[in-house]
């Protein structure tokens, strides 16, 4: 099995992928939707470095429906801005207002060393942050 892979390829340093699921109340399914659409023009509107932004519903309980996030950004800088952008940090504070029942994990694709990953961790301790373990994968150059 090749070891690595993510950090061998050429764009490693560049693109990050991240998936963020949110675990809503199933009575608040049609207000997170509704944010969601308005967060989303918003990002696309403000965020230059995002390059894919979308939302599934994944699973459903009696507790809880889980959502996520696809986001893929151009550079660490893009990622920083879509934590540091004012809309974000609104339509965040608002879901933990009683929409959502657990905190927001956060999974990461990046090739980053082990100490920009702990400054994320750091940054993001509100969330349950997970760096994947990629087992084969690249970042595709053209």
Sequence with gaps: MRKDTMSQSENAGRILVMEAFEHVHPDRCADYEAAGVVI??????????????????VK????????????????????????????????VAKLNEGTLVAPTELVLYTAWSDDKKAQWRQKLSGAKLTFAPVLAGFYLTR
């Design 40 to 57: 989303d023009d918003k990002v696309k509107d403000s965020e230059p470095g995002m390059l894919v932004h979308a939302l599934t519903r």
């Design 60 to 91: 459903e309980t009696a507790d809880a429906v889980t959502y996520r996030w696809l986001e893929i950004f151009e550079d660490s800088d893009a990622f920083a801005a879509h934590f540091d952008n004012p809309a974000v940090q609104e339509h």
